[in-house]
């Protein structure tokens, strides 16, 4: 039997992922935007039939911080890309969704 060792999770460059993802994920974009347009989050959401394929949204635009935040209901999203703090295993699994990929496509592991 081969030998399986514990392997440390990187949170540094594991929310750097993330924050990559937050800056360049459409699927994320589209959720967001649609979210806060559904939940009333402020005016410059405004989907209309909610089709993201005809959304007005300027699909080129980051999604801030807190706009993730609201949509995943926590105030972390900083703590979590810097690596000050880890997300947790619900709020990973939520965010690779929302993504639409796969959880080992963002952790990094020690060396």
Not at 65 to 75: I, K
Not at 84 to 93: A, F, G, K, Q
Not at 97 to 102: A, M, P, Q, S, W
Request: hydrophobic share 35%; with cysteine.
């Amino acid at each position: 039997m081969e030998e399986i060792k514990l392997r440390q999770i990187d949170w540094e460059k594991t929310g750097y992922k993330l924050k990559l993802l937050r800056n360049d994920n459409l699927n994320l974009r589209r959720y967001v935007c649609w979210w806060l347009s559904k939940n009333q989050f402020d005016d410059r959401h405004l989907c209309y039939d909610y089709k993201c394929e005809d959304c007005i949204f300027e699909m080129d635009q980051n999604i801030s911080q807190a706009e993730l935040g609201a949509v995943m209901s926590t105030g972390s999203v900083a703590n979590w890309e810097t690596g000050r703090t880890p997300i947790d295993v619900e709020n990973l699994m939520f965010y690779c969704k929302l993504c639409g990929v796969e959880a080992e496509d963002i952790i990094v592991y020690k060396d």
